[in-house]
C-alpha cells in the first residue's frame, strides 16, 4: 500500500469516528444515552437540607442547612464555602451518562466506583432535602473533564459529562475568607512575645518606602532594610488553613501582634503554642482576632473561634530578632530596652 493510499485510509477512519460521534449525541449536545445521573435532583437543588461525603481514607464531611446559611458539622458549624458547595451540587444535577461501563464489582477498582463503607475507593456523596435524596460515588476523573461515577445500589458504573471536584479533606469546605487589610494600610505593627521579646515597625506616612524597625539592639544591624516590611502584609488577603472552637477561657498568648492603620482602626492577632523559628515558626499555632473599632463583621465573625493560618503568614505574626538581624555573635544579647 502506498503513501496516497494510507492517507486517503486514514480519512475515511477519521471520517467514520466524527460520523459515529455525531450519532451519539442528542440533540442537547450530550454524549450517548443523555440520561440524568440523578434525576430530580436539579429540582430538589434549592430545596437541599444536608449533604454527606464519605471518602475512603475516613475524612468525611457532613454539611447541613441552618437558619444562617450551610455549616459544617465536623468543624462546630462554622460556615461552609457556598462557591464550592454550589459548584458541586450544579454538577451533580447537570450530569449527563455519556456511556455505561462495568457493572461487576470485581472492575469497580479500575474506575474508582466502590463504595467506601465497603473498602471502596470511591468517594460517596449523599444529598437530602425535605421529600427527596440521592446518593452517588463518583469515581476517578476521565477525559475531558468527565468522571466516572455510580449511583448507590446500583450495580451499573458509568461515565458522566461532568467532573465535580470535591476539596481533599474538611478544611477544604471551610469558608476560608478571614480578612483583607492592604499593607499600604499599616502604620504600625508590634509583636510581643510572652517572655518579654518585642519588636515594633512603623511607618511616619504612607508614602514611605519601607518600615522602619524601632529599638534595635545596639551593635546589630537588619539583614536588609525592608526586612520587616512583610510582616506588615499578613493581614492582606488572610485566609484560613483551618478552624476550631476557641476554649471558653484561653490562656495567655504566647505572642500578641497588634496593627494599627492610618485610619484608626487597630487588629489584634493572639498566637498560641508557637513553636519553632525561621521557616518553621508558629508550626503548630492556632490565633484569634479582635479588632477595633469593628471591620467587616470581624468580631462577630471570629468571636469563640481559633485559627491555623498558612505558614507564610504565621511565619511573620511570630518574627523575632534573630529573623530580622545580621548574625552576631553569642555575648550580644538580643533584647530590647
Known amino acids: 500500500m502506498n503513501t496516497r493510499h494510507v492517507g486517503v485510509l486514514a480519512a475515511i477512519v477519521v471520517g467514520l469516528v466524527i460520523l459515529l460521534f455525531a450519532l451519539q449525541t442528542d440533540d442537547t449536545g450530550t454524549a450517548g ?13 434549592n430545596g437541599l437540607t444536608r449533604i454527606r461525603i464519605d471518602g475512603p481514607g475516613g475524612d468525611d464531611v457532613t454539611l447541613r442547612r441552618g437558619d444562617g446559611g450551610w455549616v459544617i458539622e465536623e468543624r462546630g458549624g462554622y460556615p461552609a464555602d457556598i462557591d464550592t458547595l454550589r459548584s458541586i451540587v450544579l454538577a451533580l444535577a447537570e450530569a449527563r451518562i455519556v456511556e455505561q461501563k462495568t457493572a461487576d464489582p470485581a472492575n469497580y477498582g479500575r474506575l474508582g466506583v466502590g463504595d467506601p463503607a465497603e473498602g471502596g475507593d470511591g468517594d460517596k456523596v449523599m444529598l437530602e432535602s425535605e421529600g427527596a435524596s440521592f446518593a452517588v460515588i463518583l469515581g476517578d476523573p476521565a477525559r475531558d473533564d468527565f468522571r ?28 476560608d475568607d478571614l480578612l483583607d487589610i492592604d499593607a499600604g494600610r499599616v502604620r504600625r505593627v508590634t509583636i510581643r512575645h ?14 514611605q518606602d519601607a518600615f522602619t524597625v524601632l529599638d534595635v539592639p545596639e551593635g546589630r544591624e537588619l539583614q536588609y532594610a525592608s526586612v520587616a516590611d ?32 492610618f485610619d484608626g482602626t487597630t487588629v489584634t492577632v493572639t498566637v498560641d503554642d508557637w513553636v519553632g523559628s525561621g521557616d518553621d515558626a508558629g508550626e503548630l499555632s492556632w490565633v484569634r482576632f479582635s479588632a477595633a473599632p469593628d471591620i467587616d463583621g470581624l468580631n462577630e465573625r471570629t468571636a469563640g473561634w481559633e485559627y491555623r493560618l498558612p505558614a507564610y503568614k504565621r511565619t511573620q505574626l511570630v518574627r523575632r530578632w534573630e529573623d530580622l538581624l545580621k548574625a552576631g555573635t553569642a555575648d550580644e544579647p538580643l533584647s530590647t530596652p
Open 33 to 45: 444515552s443523555g440520561e440524568r445521573l440523578l434525576p430530580g435532583l436539579e429540582t430538589a437543588a
Open 194 to 207: 510572652d517572655d518579654g521579646e518585642t519588636i515594633v515597625i512603623e511607618k511616619e506616612d504612607e508614602t
Open 148 to 175: 466516572y461515577a455510580r449511583v448507590a445500589g446500583d450495580a451499573r458504573s458509568v461515565l458522566i459529562d461532568r467532573n465535580p471536584v470535591l476539596p481533599d479533606d474538611v478544611a477544604g469546605w471551610l469558608d
Open 230 to 261: 512583610p510582616v506588615a502584609g499578613v493581614l492582606t488577603d488572610l485566609k484560613l488553613e483551618d478552624v476550631r472552637r476557641a476554649p471558653v477561657e484561653p490562656g495567655e498568648a504566647d505572642t500578641t501582634a497588634v496593627f494599627e492603620t
